[in-house]
Structures are given as C-alpha cells and as structure tokens.
C-alpha cells in the first residue's frame, strides 16, 4: 500500500489549493481514504474521508463547505479542494487508508492503517 501527496503551498486567506493523492497497492474499491492534518504544535486530527465502498463522505464541521475530497475516474487519485482557506487551515496534511471501511460512515473513525509523508499547506493572513 503506497500513498503520496503532493500539492501542498503557500497561499494568502481566502485562496485556494488542491492536494492530490496517489494511491497504489491496493484496490480503492475495498478500502476507506481519510484527509488529516496536524498544526504546528497540535495533534494530528482527520478533516474528511471517502469510502471506496460506498462512496459516501464525510467532513469535519470546520471545513465542510469549504473542502471536497473526490477521486478521478480510475480511482488512483484521491483529491481534496480545500476553498476558503484561512490561517487556521496551516498544517501538514496527510492521506490514509484503512481496509476497515467503515471508518468512514456517518462519521470519521480513526485511526486508519496507512500514510502518506505529508505536504505543507501554509495559509497567511
């Protein structure tokens, strides 16, 4: 199982960025993929996921309407358009997967099995 972000940056409050996440090694279909990110000094925390099973998503409260996690056709990227974005959304964001799908339902269940290295995201005001 591999996962590598990529699509991280700088970018002034109000702007938007778009992270992708090549997934490969295993088959999207039976697997649940989350989106976290840590802050500097903070714990690492989930922000949305996507079941492969179902297609269903979830996003935390802070940044549902703003983010959209999504996938490509042939299900070997993994998206999240981050819009809106403010100061509070720095941080290093990382994607995962669990074959325990899940974990993403109604609801967000960590902890997921596999991560990426991470990107930066960092917004200014």
């Known amino acids: 199982v591999q996962l590598v972000e990529s699509g991280g940056g700088l970018v002034q409050a109000g702007g938007s960025l778009r992270l992708s996440c090549a997934v490969s090694?295993?088959?999207?279909?039976?697997?649940?993929i989350g989106w976290f990110r840590q802050p500097p000094g903070k714990e690492r925390k989930g922000t949305s996921c996507?079941?492969?099973?179902?297609?269903?998503?979830y996003y935390i409260d802070s940044v549902k309407g703003r983010f959209t996690i999504s996938t490509d056709s042939g299900k070997s990227t993994v998206y999240l358009q981050m819009n809106s974005l403010q100061p509070e959304d720095t941080a290093v964001y990382y994607c995962?997967?669990?074959?325990?799908?899940?974990?993403?339902?109604?609801?967000?269940?960590?902890?997921?099995?596999?991560w990426g290295q991470g990107t930066q995201v960092t917004v200014s005001s």
């Open positions: 996507i079941s492969g099973t179902t297609g269903n998503t």
């Open positions: 995962a997967a669990t074959p325990i799908t899940w974990r993403c339902d109604s609801d967000f269940i960590p902890p997921y099995d596999y």
């Open positions: 090694g295993f088959t999207f279909d039976d697997y649940a």
